[in-house]
C-alpha cells in the first residue's frame, strides 16, 4: 500500500485577475476551491493512475472538512488525525504570472502529533510512504525524521518532498526518491546553477548523500532522472499552460505508481513527466485520460 502524508493540507484557493492592480479593487474573473497539499495531490494522482493509496495527515475545521469530503467522493480513502485548529486556505493569483501565498499551517497539539505517529506505526515491509510538503510550524522542524524513524523500523520504503534542512536531513536514511525543481537544488547547496552540467553535478551530490533516486524537474525545460548508472533526460510534451500548481506533486505520484505497479524506472520517469506536464495543462489536477494522452509524448535520452 502506498501513504501519502500531508502535515499541513490546504484548500488551494486559485483566482484569476485580468489585470492585478495593487491596493486597489480587484474583481475576479474565474475562482476554483481545490483539496491541496502535496501528498494529497499525489493520492488524487495515483488514484487516476490506478494506484491504490490512503492520504493521511492533519485536517481541522470546516477547511479539513472540505478535503476530506472531496478525496472520498473521489473514493481516494482517507485516515487523517482531525485536530481542533482550521487546514489552511492557500492563495493562488493567476494575473498573466502565478504568484502564491502559503499559510503557515494549524496549532497542533502534542497528542495530535503523537495520534499521527501511531497510525504508522502499523506500516508492512512493502509499503512506501510518501511524505511531502512543509511541516506546520508548531509542529517542529525534526518531525519528518520522527516518521522516518517509524518507516525504518517497520521495513517501509519512504519518499521525501520537502525543502532545505528536512529534506537534507533525510538523505541519510535512504529515501527512493526525492524532487527537487532545479532552484531547489541550486538553494540546498547556495549555489546560482547555469548549465544542466552542474545540475547532474549536484544531483549526484544527493544519491551519494543517500538518495536512491533523484528527479530533478525543470517545469517546461523538462527533467533530469539521476540513477547510481546513468542520467536521463525527458522532454515535456506540448500544451498550454493552465494552472502549474500540483505540477511537482503529479510527477511524484505518476513515479512512485508506475515503479510501484509495474517495476520499471524509466517508464516511470515517462509516467512523471506526461503527469506532471498534464496536470500543468489542467486547471486542476490531470486526469488519466490527459496523462494518457501525453505519455507517447515523452522522449528519454540517456546523456
Ligand atoms: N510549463 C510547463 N510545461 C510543460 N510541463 C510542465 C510545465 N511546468 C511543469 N511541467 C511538468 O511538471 C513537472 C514538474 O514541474 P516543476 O514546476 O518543475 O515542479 P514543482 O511544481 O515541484 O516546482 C515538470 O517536469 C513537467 O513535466
Ligand atoms: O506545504 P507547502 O510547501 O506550503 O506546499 C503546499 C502547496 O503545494 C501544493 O501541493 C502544490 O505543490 P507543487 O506545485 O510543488 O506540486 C499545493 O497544493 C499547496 O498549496
Do not use: W
Amino acid at each position: 500500500m502506498i501513504y501519502t502524508v500531508t502535515l499541513n493540507p490546504s484548500i488551494d484557493y486559485i483566482v484569476e485577475v485580468d489585470d492585478l492592480k495593487l491596493g486597489d479593487l480587484n474583481r475576479m474573473k474565474r475562482d476554483l476551491k481545490l483539496p491541496g497539499g502535496k501528498g494529497i495531490n499525489v493520492s488524487r494522482i495515483l488514484n487516476q493512475l490506478g494506484a491504490d493509496s490512503t492520504a493521511i495527515g492533519f485536517l481541522g475545521g470546516f477547511t479539513g472538512r472540505f478535503i476530506d469530503d472531496t478525496l472520498r467522493e473521489e473514493s481516494i480513502k482517507t485516515d487523517f488525525v482531525m485536530i481542533e485548529d482550521d487546514t489552511r486556505i492557500n492563495i493562488k493569483l493567476k494575473h498573466g504570472d502565478e504568484t502564491e501565498i502559503n499559510g503557515l499551517g494549524p496549532a497542533i497539539r502534542e497528542q495530535e502529533a503523537d495520534a499521527l505517529v501511531q497510525k504508522l506505526a502499523g506500516l508492512q515491509k512493502n509499503d512506501i510512504v510518501v511524505l511531502s510538503g512543509s511541516i506546520p510550524p508548531s509542529l517542529g522542524g525534526d518531525f519528518y525524521e520522527r516518521l522516518i524513524r517509524v518507516c525504518q523500523d517497520t521495513g517501509a520504503e519512504f519518499v521525501i518532498d520537502t525543502t532545505g534542512e528536512a529534506l537534507m536531513k533525510a538523505l541519510v536514511h535512504k529515501p527512493l526518491l526525492i524532487k527537487p525543481n532545479h532552484h531547489e537544488l541550486a538553494e540546498l547547496f547556495g549555489v546560482t546553477i547555469h548549465s544542466e552540467e552542474e545540475i547532474v553535478t549536484y544531483g549526484r551530490k544527493l544519491l551519494e548523500a543517500g538518495a536512491k533516486n533523484v528527479l530533478i524537474s525543470m517545469a517546461g525545460e523538462g527533467a533530469l532522472f539521476i540513477t547510481a548508472d546513468e542520467v536521463y533526460h525527458a522532454n515535456v510534451p506540448a500544451g498550454t499552460v493552465k494552472n502549474s500548481v500540483g505540477a511537482g506533486d503529479s510527477m511524484i505520484a505518476g513515479f512512485v505508481g508506475t515503479l510501484a505497479l509495474h517495476g520499471d524506472p524509466i517508464e516511470a520517469f515517462r509516467a512523471g513527466v506526461a503527469s506532471g506536464s498534464a496536470t500543468a495543462f489542467s486547471d486542476d489536477l490531470a486526469t488519466r485520460e490527459k496523462i494518457e494522452q501525453l505519455r507517447p509524448q515523452v522522449t528519454i535520452s540517456k546523456r
